[in-house]
């Protein structure tokens, strides 16, 4: 009887010894994979805020031709009132997603999970392209009547001027039906080619981070 029972401790401590270890190796398993997915996504997120960073800096650069063509031309007024509204347009711009870029933060950091800073990192990215999108839904249709008047304001014309020319106004019109549409789509498939394969991805494991939490 006592042969017996001790029998029956055995086999329960074997019991809990496979137990314990089965659920140590699905546990070790778990945080392998959660830690591969934190990985890729820190490089996805690397990828994205580098891709951002590079938009700003394409403003900057043209915020800094704008400012030397302004300098070369301080004579002329009325070049300087429309340079001053494209100024003021890539300015905003930078503003815009230089905040968002900002929010961007590394998985690396400790006091948040690394599911919410995937969370956070995707929204900020996310926001920044919506908010470009609107932008140039605004500023799009103004780059060829904008183009038109500094080019002419740029040889000495009046603001008034360049708008009474019919001529310029039927180049303006033929131009926006024409580019304005193939800009927005060629927009759209570099902002596709730069970040769509690292947003879908960051997607893809959010929603396995969350299927494994």
């Known amino acids: 009887m006592k042969v017996e029972l001790s029998n029956d401790e055995d086999l329960q401590l074997l019991w809990t010894r496979m137990a314990k270890e089965k659920f140590e190796s699905k546990k070790l398993e778990k945080e392998n994979i959660m830690k591969a997915l934190k990985q890729k996504s ?27 063509l302004m300098l070369l031309n301080l004579d002329k007024v009325e070049f300087l009132k429309v340079m001053s509204v494209a100024v003021a347009l890539y300015v905003l711009a930078a503003v815009i997603m230089y905040i968002e870029y900002r929010k961007m933060d590394s998985l690396s950091r400790m006091d948040d999970s690394v599911l919410e800073l995937m969370r956070h990192n995707l929204k900020a990215i996310t926001s920044a392209l919506r908010m470009e999108r609107i932008w140039g839904f605004f500023v799009m249709p103004l780059a060829v009547p904008g183009g038109i008047l500094i080019s002419s304001t740029l040889k000495g014309n009046s603001i008034m001027e360049t708008l009474q020319d019919r001529q310029q106004l039927m180049v303006a019109l033929v ?6 549409p193939l800009m927005g789509l060629l927009t759209e498939k ?22 494994l939490g």
């Open 42 to 68: 820190s490089l996805d997120i690397n990828k994205l805020k580098k891709g951002l960073g590079i938009k700003i800096l394409w403003c900057c650069g043209f915020l800094v031709s704008f400012f030397v």
């Open 175 to 180: 131009a926006l039906i024409a580019v304005v």
């Open 190 to 211: 570099m902002n596709k080619s730069a970040f769509g394969a690292q947003i879908a991805s960051l997607q893809e494991n959010i929603i396995k981070m969350e299927t």
